[in-house]
């Protein structure tokens, strides 16, 4: 089998970060509340709360689609700052990015494409988040310490094309386990 035929039918998909949904109101944010609560049940503080800031779900992946197959690349949406490891127009995003989707309770389980460590993926599985998220580390730098995070690791869009994505499949580095010891003071 050729790489073409493998992905012939091919989707490239990219996720995106969750957007505030009005319906669920503010709320303060509650202790522990990935652990007590389901996705559904958590107030617009709290989901927006939950997102790590990882950037993984604005980078492409394609699909095979005759196998399901994900093969991730290292090419993320025209919008994603990869310095930052943000969307650099979160409030136009649907016009800069038409396919930008928007997490919801209900599709956060079915969006395979998520990452595996995605927080909403993980809360929705049943897990608790990974060492490196924020609201167990107490660090936002944390997600990028663990290398668990897309900043600096992509490039943008541009023009590429189906064929030009699959050239840029890669393999992405595995998050550390655990935090990294840090090195000893001189004395
Ligand atoms: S936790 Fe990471 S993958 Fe999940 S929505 Fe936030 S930035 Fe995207
Ligand atoms: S438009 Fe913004 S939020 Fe949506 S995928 Fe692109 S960078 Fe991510």
Same mark, same amino acid.
């Given at each position: 089998?050729?790489?073409?035929?493998?992905?012939?039918?091919?989707?490239? =998909?990219?996720?995106? /970060?969750?957007?505030?949904?009005?319906?669920r109101?503010?709320?303060?944010?509650?202790?522990?509340?990935?652990?007590?609560?389901?996705?559904?049940q958590?107030?617009?503080?709290?989901?927006?709360?939950l997102?790590?800031?990882?950037g993984?779900?604005?980078?492409?992946?394609?699909?095979?689609a005759?196998?399901?197959?994900?093969?991730?690349?290292?090419?993320?949406?025209k919008?994603?700052d990869? *310095?930052?490891?943000?969307?650099?127009?979160?409030?136009?995003?649907k016009?800069?990015?038409?396919d930008?989707?928007?997490?919801?309770?209900?599709?956060?389980p079915?969006?395979?494409?998520?990452?595996?460590?995605c927080?909403?993926?993980?809360?929705?599985?049943?897990?608790?988040?990974?060492?490196?998220?924020?609201?167990?580390?107490?660090?936002?730098?944390?997600?990028?310490?663990a290398? *668990?995070?897309?900043?600096?690791?992509?490039?943008?869009?541009?023009?590429? =094309?189906i /064929?030009?994505?699959?050239?840029?499949?890669?393999?992405?580095?595995?998050?550390?386990?655990?935090?990294?010891?840090? /090195?000893?003071?001189?004395r």
């Amino acid at each position: 089998m050729t790489k073409r035929t493998l992905f012939d039918l091919a989707k490239a =998909k990219s996720a995106r /970060p969750p957007a505030p949904s009005p319906s669920r109101g503010g709320g303060a944010v509650a202790p522990e509340f990935w652990r007590t609560k389901t996705l559904a049940q958590m107030n617009e503080a709290e989901w927006e709360a939950l997102c790590d800031g990882c950037g993984k779900c604005c980078v492409i992946s394609l699909e095979d689609a005759d196998t399901g197959v994900l093969y991730r690349t290292d090419v993320a949406c025209k919008v994603f700052d990869t *310095a930052t490891c943000g969307c650099s127009d979160y409030p136009n995003r649907k016009k800069k990015a038409p396919d930008c989707v928007k997490l919801t309770p209900k599709n956060v389980p079915k969006l395979d494409w998520l990452p595996p460590t995605c927080a909403y993926r993980l809360v929705a599985e049943g897990r608790d988040l990974y060492w490196w998220h924020y609201l167990i580390s107490g660090d936002r730098e944390s997600v990028h310490i663990a290398q *668990a995070s897309a900043r600096n690791k992509t490039r943008p869009e541009g023009r590429l =094309k189906i /064929p030009g994505l699959m050239k840029r499949i890669v393999d992405w580095p595995e998050p550390l386990a655990e935090p990294p010891t840090q /090195p000893r003071k001189k004395r």
